[in-house]
Structure formats: structure tokens, C-alpha cells
């Protein structure tokens, strides 16, 4: 249902004034997940060039210690980089200033076999 006029007016003044308060903004910023999940990722980034580095400068020392250790690091980096995105992709509900937090509960993800036993039953008539 569309807004009337006189609503949309004061949804628009309402955003304004939300907009300028910089306390406001701040604690929308620090409770928004996206914001960590993308100061985490650049984090694995540059511990995975690091790794890489550490890979490199145990080939040229003839170190497979460092080598095996750089790759390690490499590994590391690159799964939490990937639970982060993860993380990032779940939808949370937070109370912008407060403590308390809820997460909706995710349905059960269909296993492999569930996926194809559906698009097995969905698939077109003609194809039988």
C-alpha cells in the first residue's frame, strides 16, 4: 500500500534527522554483521599475501619448514575468509544500541540427494 503524502513527508524527515545524528549511525554501523564480515575478509586477505610471502621466502632460503608453514597460514586465512563470508550471508536482527540480539533459525539445508529427488519431481511432463 502506497504512502500518502503527508507520510512520506514525514518518513523523509524522520530519515534526515536519523542521518545527521553521527551517535546513531555509529551504533547502526557497529552492530551491522556485513561491516565486521568485510573488515574480517580484508584481514584473511592480507594474512593469505603473507602466507604466500612466507611460501616464497621458504622456496628461495631451500626452507620446506617455512614453505609447509607459509602454506598453512595460507589455508587458515583462506577457511576464515570463508566462514566470514558465511557469516557475513546470515540474516541477524539486532536492537541497534543494546546488547540483546536474535537470529532467525535457517531451515535445514536438502542434502544433495534430497535436491535432486526434487528436481527429478518437478521436472516438465514431456521429458517422462
Given amino acids: 500500500m502506497p504512502l500518502s503524502e503527508h507520510e512520506q513527508r514525514l518518513f ?3 530519515e534526515r534527522s536519523l542521518a545527521e545524528d553521527p551517535k546513531f549511525a555509529s551504533a547502526v554501523r557497529a552492530s551491522d554483521p556485513r561491516f565486521h ?3 574480517r575478509l580484508l584481514v584473511a ?5 603473507a602466507g604466500l610471502a612466507l ?11 617455512l614453505g609447509v608453514a607459509g602454506f598453512v597460514v595460507m589455508l587458515g586465512a583462506a577457511a576464515f575468509a570463508m ?3 558465511r557469516k557475513a550471508q546470515a540474516p541477524d536482527l539486532h536492537v541497534v544500541g543494546g ?15 534430497d535436491r535432486l529427488e ?7 511432463e514431456g521429458h517422462r
Avoid at 611460501?55 to 619448514?65: D, E, F, K, N, R
Avoid at 526434487?118 to 516438465?124: A, F, G, I, S
Fill in 45 to 49: 586477505a592480507g594474512v593469505i599475501v
Fill in 99 to 113: 546488547t540483546a540480539s536474535r537470529r532467525t533459525r535457517q531451515p535445514r539445508r536438502m542434502s544433495l540427494i
Fill in 118 to 124: 526434487e528436481r527429478w519431481r518437478q521436472r516438465p
Fill in 83 to 85: 566462514q566470514s563470508h
Fill in 55 to 65: 611460501v616464497v621466502y621458504g622456496t628461495v632460503q631451500a626452507s620446506p619448514l
Fill in 12 to 14: 523523509e524527515q524522520i
Fill in 37 to 39: 564480515a568485510r573488515r
